[in-house]
Protein backbone atom coordinates (compact mmCIF):
# COMPACT_ATOMS: atom_id res chain seq x y z
CA UNK A 1 0.00 0.00 0.00
CA UNK A 2 0.85 3.57 -0.73
CA UNK A 3 1.48 6.24 2.40
CA UNK A 4 -1.46 8.24 3.04
CA UNK A 5 -0.71 11.93 3.69
CA UNK A 6 -3.99 12.96 5.83
CA UNK A 7 -4.72 16.78 6.90
CA UNK A 8 -6.40 16.50 10.00
CA UNK A 9 -6.73 18.60 13.36
CA UNK A 10 -10.01 20.43 11.73
CA UNK A 11 -11.31 19.12 14.49
CA UNK A 12 -9.28 16.19 16.15
CA UNK A 13 -12.24 14.85 17.48
CA UNK A 14 -13.25 13.74 13.84
CA UNK A 15 -9.58 13.22 12.70
CA UNK A 16 -9.45 10.31 15.65
CA UNK A 17 -12.51 9.06 13.47
CA UNK A 18 -10.89 9.00 10.78
CA UNK A 19 -7.80 7.26 11.74
CA UNK A 20 -9.30 4.72 13.75
CA UNK A 21 -11.39 3.80 11.00
CA UNK A 22 -8.84 3.64 8.36
CA UNK A 23 -7.31 1.11 11.01
CA UNK A 24 -9.79 -0.86 11.41
CA UNK A 25 -10.51 -1.56 7.75
CA UNK A 26 -6.91 -2.26 7.20
CA UNK A 27 -7.03 -4.32 10.24
CA UNK A 28 -10.28 -6.35 8.65
CA UNK A 29 -9.12 -6.66 5.35
CA UNK A 30 -5.19 -7.96 5.99
CA UNK A 31 -5.78 -9.28 9.26
CA UNK A 32 -3.16 -10.46 11.93
CA UNK A 33 -1.08 -7.47 13.06
CA UNK A 34 -1.94 -5.01 9.76
CA UNK A 35 -2.19 -1.14 9.86
CA UNK A 36 -2.81 1.63 7.58
CA UNK A 37 0.35 3.43 6.12
CA UNK A 38 -0.31 6.68 7.67
CA UNK A 39 0.88 10.52 7.66
CA UNK A 40 -1.22 12.10 9.92
CA UNK A 41 -0.76 16.30 9.83
CA UNK A 42 -2.66 17.64 12.43
CA UNK A 43 -2.63 20.85 12.48
CA UNK A 44 -3.88 23.37 15.09
CA UNK A 45 -7.28 24.21 14.91
CA UNK A 46 -7.89 27.42 16.26
CA UNK A 47 -5.92 28.87 13.76
CA UNK A 48 -8.02 27.60 11.19
CA UNK A 49 -11.12 28.70 12.84
CA UNK A 50 -9.84 31.60 13.35
CA UNK A 51 -9.55 32.07 9.20
CA UNK A 52 -12.62 30.91 8.63
CA UNK A 53 -14.70 33.48 10.94
CA UNK A 54 -12.82 36.29 9.03
CA UNK A 55 -13.17 34.81 6.06
CA UNK A 56 -9.49 34.60 4.96
CA UNK A 57 -9.57 31.54 2.62
CA UNK A 58 -6.17 32.39 1.02
CA UNK A 59 -4.57 32.69 3.94
CA UNK A 60 -6.11 29.20 5.14
CA UNK A 61 -5.24 27.52 1.62
CA UNK A 62 -1.76 28.67 1.80
CA UNK A 63 -1.39 27.43 5.00
CA UNK A 64 -2.90 23.54 3.63
CA UNK A 65 -1.08 23.56 0.66
CA UNK A 66 1.99 24.05 2.58
CA UNK A 67 1.17 21.15 4.57
CA UNK A 68 0.18 19.20 1.75
CA UNK A 69 3.48 19.54 0.54
CA UNK A 70 5.23 18.95 3.93
CA UNK A 71 2.95 15.22 3.49
CA UNK A 72 4.36 14.42 0.26
CA UNK A 73 7.91 15.65 1.35
CA UNK A 74 7.77 12.62 3.87
CA UNK A 75 6.52 10.14 1.14
CA UNK A 76 3.19 10.46 1.32
CA UNK A 77 2.10 8.68 -2.08
CA UNK A 78 -1.73 10.37 -2.21
CA UNK A 79 -2.91 13.05 0.11
CA UNK A 80 -6.37 13.52 1.83
CA UNK A 81 -8.06 16.11 4.10
CA UNK A 82 -10.06 14.65 6.52
CA UNK A 83 -12.95 17.83 7.17
CA UNK A 84 -15.26 19.19 4.14
CA UNK A 85 -15.53 22.68 5.36
CA UNK A 86 -11.46 23.16 4.54
CA UNK A 87 -12.49 21.90 0.50
CA UNK A 88 -12.83 25.14 0.12
CA UNK A 89 -9.59 25.54 -0.79
CA UNK A 90 -8.88 22.25 -2.41
CA UNK A 91 -7.93 23.60 -5.37
CA UNK A 92 -4.64 25.19 -3.55
CA UNK A 93 -3.83 21.74 -2.23
CA UNK A 94 -4.03 20.23 -5.41
CA UNK A 95 -1.68 23.16 -7.20
CA UNK A 96 1.11 22.82 -4.51
CA UNK A 97 1.18 18.85 -4.70
CA UNK A 98 2.36 16.22 -7.15
CA UNK A 99 0.64 13.23 -6.09
CA UNK A 100 -3.43 12.57 -6.20
CA UNK A 101 -5.73 14.56 -3.91
CA UNK A 102 -8.28 12.69 -3.17
CA UNK A 103 -11.37 15.15 -2.61
CA UNK A 104 -14.04 14.10 0.04
CA UNK A 105 -17.15 15.69 -2.12
CA UNK A 106 -16.26 13.21 -5.11
CA UNK A 107 -16.28 10.03 -3.17
CA UNK A 108 -18.99 11.03 -1.51
CA UNK A 109 -20.91 11.46 -5.13
CA UNK A 110 -19.46 8.24 -6.10
CA UNK A 111 -21.55 6.47 -3.35
CA UNK A 112 -24.88 8.72 -3.98
CA UNK A 113 -24.85 7.79 -7.98
CA UNK A 114 -24.15 3.90 -6.79
CA UNK A 115 -27.09 4.20 -4.64
CA UNK A 116 -29.18 5.58 -7.80
CA UNK A 117 -30.20 9.01 -5.94
CA UNK A 118 -30.24 12.72 -8.05
CA UNK A 119 -31.24 14.35 -5.10
CA UNK A 120 -29.77 15.43 -1.50
CA UNK A 121 -30.08 17.10 1.75
CA UNK A 122 -26.50 18.58 2.78
CA UNK A 123 -25.85 19.21 6.20
CA UNK A 124 -22.57 20.83 7.28
CA UNK A 125 -21.15 23.95 8.51
CA UNK A 126 -22.50 27.09 7.19
CA UNK A 127 -19.64 27.18 4.87
CA UNK A 128 -20.22 23.85 3.69
CA UNK A 129 -24.04 24.32 3.63
CA UNK A 130 -24.32 28.31 2.00
CA UNK A 131 -21.06 28.40 -0.18
CA UNK A 132 -21.39 26.80 -3.46
CA UNK A 133 -17.96 24.66 -3.51
CA UNK A 134 -19.81 21.75 -2.12
CA UNK A 135 -22.95 21.99 -4.23
CA UNK A 136 -21.20 22.79 -7.38
CA UNK A 137 -18.80 19.55 -6.76
CA UNK A 138 -21.86 17.27 -6.46
CA UNK A 139 -23.30 19.26 -9.25
CA UNK A 140 -20.69 17.57 -11.59
CA UNK A 141 -21.88 13.84 -10.97
CA UNK A 142 -25.64 15.38 -11.45
CA UNK A 143 -26.32 15.85 -8.18
CA UNK A 144 -28.81 18.09 -6.77
CA UNK A 145 -28.45 19.55 -3.35
CA UNK A 146 -30.94 20.97 -1.03
CA UNK A 147 -29.90 23.19 2.36
CA UNK A 148 -31.99 23.65 5.22
CA UNK A 149 -33.51 27.02 5.78
CA UNK A 150 -32.15 30.14 7.32
CA UNK A 151 -32.97 28.59 10.92
CA UNK A 152 -31.88 25.09 10.66
CA UNK A 153 -28.48 25.83 9.02
CA UNK A 154 -28.01 28.05 12.33
CA UNK A 155 -28.79 25.15 14.52
CA UNK A 156 -26.99 22.33 12.71
CA UNK A 157 -23.63 24.92 12.49
CA UNK A 158 -23.88 25.91 16.07
CA UNK A 159 -24.41 22.21 17.18
CA UNK A 160 -20.90 21.24 15.18
CA UNK A 161 -18.51 24.18 16.69
CA UNK A 162 -20.29 24.44 20.28
CA UNK A 163 -20.35 20.53 20.83
CA UNK A 164 -19.31 18.22 18.03
CA UNK A 165 -15.78 19.69 18.08
CA UNK A 166 -15.40 19.90 21.73
CA UNK A 167 -16.38 16.39 21.95
CA UNK A 168 -20.21 16.91 23.32
CA UNK A 169 -22.59 14.69 21.61
CA UNK A 170 -25.93 15.43 23.44
CA UNK A 171 -29.52 13.47 22.64
CA UNK A 172 -30.81 16.91 22.16
CA UNK A 173 -29.04 17.71 19.29
CA UNK A 174 -29.23 14.78 17.78
CA UNK A 175 -33.23 15.13 17.86
CA UNK A 176 -32.34 19.09 16.40
CA UNK A 177 -30.98 17.09 13.44
CA UNK A 178 -33.55 14.49 12.59
CA UNK A 179 -35.68 17.11 12.73
CA UNK A 180 -33.54 18.85 10.12
CA UNK A 181 -33.60 15.38 8.54
CA UNK A 182 -37.11 15.78 8.47
CA UNK A 183 -37.90 18.30 6.70
CA UNK A 184 -35.12 17.92 4.10
CA UNK A 185 -37.03 14.98 2.89
CA UNK A 186 -40.06 16.57 3.14
CA UNK A 187 -38.29 18.81 0.98
CA UNK A 188 -37.91 15.69 -1.60
CA UNK A 189 -34.45 14.98 -0.22
CA UNK A 190 -33.92 10.67 -1.44
CA UNK A 191 -30.71 10.82 1.11
CA UNK A 192 -28.80 12.96 3.69
CA UNK A 193 -25.15 14.00 3.05
CA UNK A 194 -23.22 14.59 6.42
CA UNK A 195 -21.22 16.77 4.83
CA UNK A 196 -19.02 17.70 8.47
CA UNK A 197 -17.16 15.03 10.07
CA UNK A 198 -18.15 15.92 13.08
CA UNK A 199 -21.56 14.75 11.93
CA UNK A 200 -20.91 11.21 12.10
CA UNK A 201 -20.18 11.32 16.01
CA UNK A 202 -23.74 12.55 16.05
CA UNK A 203 -25.86 11.65 13.24
CA UNK A 204 -26.24 7.41 12.04
CA UNK A 205 -28.54 5.72 9.36
CA UNK A 206 -30.95 4.93 12.42
CA UNK A 207 -31.85 8.68 12.24
CA UNK A 208 -32.82 9.18 9.05
CA UNK A 209 -35.94 7.74 7.09
CA UNK A 210 -33.73 7.92 3.56
CA UNK A 211 -29.77 6.50 2.94
CA UNK A 212 -27.40 8.64 4.96
CA UNK A 213 -23.74 9.31 3.31
CA UNK A 214 -21.32 9.42 6.63
CA UNK A 215 -18.35 11.44 4.33
CA UNK A 216 -15.94 10.46 6.71
CA UNK A 217 -16.30 6.77 6.71
CA UNK A 218 -16.79 7.20 2.44
CA UNK A 219 -13.55 8.86 2.14
CA UNK A 220 -12.00 6.60 3.99
CA UNK A 221 -12.71 3.30 2.23
CA UNK A 222 -11.92 5.67 -0.79
CA UNK A 223 -8.51 6.19 0.65
CA UNK A 224 -7.38 3.11 0.95
CA UNK A 225 -8.77 1.43 -2.12
CA UNK A 226 -6.45 4.30 -3.88
CA UNK A 227 -3.80 3.39 -1.90
CA UNK A 228 -3.80 0.12 -2.84
CA UNK A 229 -5.84 -1.88 -0.55
Not at 106 to 125: C, N, S, Y
Not at 190 to 209: F, H, K, N, W
Request: aromatic residues 6%; proline residues 3%.
Amino acid sequence: MQTIGVLGGMSWESSLDWYRLANEKVRAELGGFHSAPILLDSLDFAEIEAMQATGDWEAAGDVLAAHAKGLEAAGAGLVVLCTNTMHLVADRITDAISVPFLHIADTTAEAIRDAQLRTVGLLGTAFTMEQAFYRDRLAVHGITTLIPDTEDRAIVHGVIYDELVQGIVTEESRQKYRDVIAKLVAARAEGIVLGCTEIELLIRQEDAPVPVFPTTALHVAAALKAAGL
